[in-house]
C-alpha cells in the first residue's frame, strides 16, 4: 500500500529563487490538498483539487504560489521569488470525495529553508 | 474568520496517567477530525465525529463531539511512552465552509515520563 509521497524531502534555497515541490497522492484518491506547517502550529490549508480542478484557495496563497494537478493525479507547488517567511513545512494530503468530510492522509512532507 | 482553538498547548504526564484535550471553535461544525503527529512524522487520522454529542471509543482513546457541535475532547487512559506526540483537531463550518477548507487546531503535545 503505498501512501501519499512527496519530493524533495527537504530544499534549502536562496531568498528570491523559484521552488517547485511534487505531491503523488494515493493512486484512487481524486482530491489532493495542500497545507503549510510552521513550528508548534498546526497544519494550515493552502488549496485543495478535486482531480484536476483547483476548488480552493487559501487567502494565505498569496500571488507567487502556484499549484496545479493537469491529469488529476499527481500535484506541484511552485513558490516563486522566495522570501524568509516562506520556510516551513510543505504537506500534501490526499483523500475520497464523499457526501462528508473523507479522511486526509498526508505525506511526509517537503521542508523548505530560506536562507 | 472561523478559528479552532486547542487546550492545553502542552502537557506532560507520568505514564499511566490520564490526559485530555480540548478543541473550541468559534462557528459551528459539520464534523470533527483528529490526527496525531509523532515527531519528526506527519499527521496520521485518528477518528472522525459528525453527530452532535457522538462519543466514540479506540482501545484507550475517547473522543466526544459537543452537545452543540462546536467543542471536542481526546482522552486518553493510562497513558504509555507510545502516546508521545501532538494531537491536532481539525474541523469544517458548517454553514458556509468548503468541502477542503479543514481548519486545525494548533495541537496539544503530549510528553509521557516512563
Known amino acids: 500500500d503505498t501512501g501519499v509521497s512527496q519530493d524533495p524531502r527537504h530544499k534549502i534555497t536562496k531568498r528570491g529563487q523559484n521552488v517547485t515541490f511534487r505531491c503523488d497522492p494515493i493512486?484512487?484518491?481524486?482530491?489532493l490538498y495542500w497545507y503549510r506547517q510552521t513550528l508548534g502550529q498546526g497544519p494550515e490549508f493552502l488549496t485543495y483539487f478535486q482531480n484536476e480542478a483547483q476548488l480552493e484557495k487559501s487567502r494565505l496563497l498569496s500571488d507567487r504560489f502556484s499549484a496545479e494537478r493537469p491529469k488529476g493525479s499527481f500535484s506541484t507547488l511552485e513558490i516563486q521569488r522566495t522570501e524568509q517567511g516562506d520556510s516551513a513545512m510543505y504537506l500534501c494530503a490526499s483523500s475520497l470525495s464523499g457526501s462528508s468530510n473523507q479522511p486526509q492522509h498526508f505525506g511526509d512532507g517537503t521542508r523548505l529553508s530560506i536562507l | 474568520g472561523q478559528q479552532v482553538m486547542q487546550i492545553p498547548q502542552y502537557q506532560h504526564v507520568q505514564e499511566g496517567e490520564d490526559f485530555t484535550t480540548y478543541c473550541n471553535s468559534s462557528t459551528t461544525l459539520s464534523n470533527i477530525q483528529w490526527y496525531k503527529q509523532r515527531p519528526g512524522g506527519h499527521p496520521v487520522f485518528l477518528i472522525q465525529l459528525v453527530k452532535s454529542g457522538e462519543v466514540k471509543k479506540q482501545k484507550r482513546l475517547t473522543f466526544q463531539f459537543g452537545e452543540a457541535k462546536k467543542n471536542s475532547s481526546l482522552h486518553i487512559t493510562a497513558t504509555q511512552t507510545t502516546d508521545v506526540g501532538t494531537y491536532f483537531c481539525a474541523g469544517m463550518k458548517e454553514y458556509g465552509g468548503s468541502q477542503g477548507n479543514l481548519i486545525f487546531g494548533k495541537g496539544t503535545k503530549l510528553s509521557v515520563k516512563p
Open positions: 493512486s484512487e484518491h481524486n482530491r
